[in-house]
């Protein structure tokens, strides 16, 4: 069984600067819940190809999880490859538009499944993971508006 959610956030900033915050991989954890740690561990500049790994508390244990990015549209969007911790097998995107002269809309999606035992958990996964993904946009808003 797979779950999948979305959340949207408009921000007062350009999409340029929220592209910006958003790939700035080791700044994640000052606006996303749960990241203790984000790095990239491959070579150059981020795209297609890119591994990440993150340390990541879930339900108040730390897991180590990795990630490659499996599709990248400079400036608009880009999709991870999620595994590890209680993620089986996970995709998860962030996509930035536009929205008049100096504001946009950053919306993430995720999609995937659970590794046993938490696999029971999935039919909760779109509501949890809708009001988590909400509170970290409203966290990056914060942060971007400041």
Not at 74 to 93: C, I, K, Q, W, Y
């Amino acid at each position: 069984m797979a779950f999948s959610f979305s959340s949207s956030q408009g921000i007062d900033r350009p999409a340029a600067d929220v592209w910006a915050a958003l790939i700035d991989f080791p700044n994640v954890p000052k606006w996303e819940r749960g990241p203790v740690e984000v790095r990239q561990v491959s070579p150059g500049p981020p795209g297609v190809g890119t591994r990440l790994v993150a340390r990541r508390i879930f339900a108040g244990r730390e897991s180590l999880l990795e990630s490659v990015i499996t599709e990248w549209d400079p400036s608009r969007s880009a999709t991870m490859a999620l595994t590890g911790g209680p993620l089986r097998d996970v995709r998860v995107t962030y996509a930035v538009e536009p929205d008049g002269p100096a504001g946009s809309v950053v919306t993430f999606r995720g999609e995937g499944t659970l590794r046993m035992p938490l696999s029971w958990l999935t039919p909760l996964i779109p509501f949890i993971g809708r009001a988590v993904a909400r509170r970290n946009l409203q966290r990056l808003k914060g942060m971007l508006e400041a």
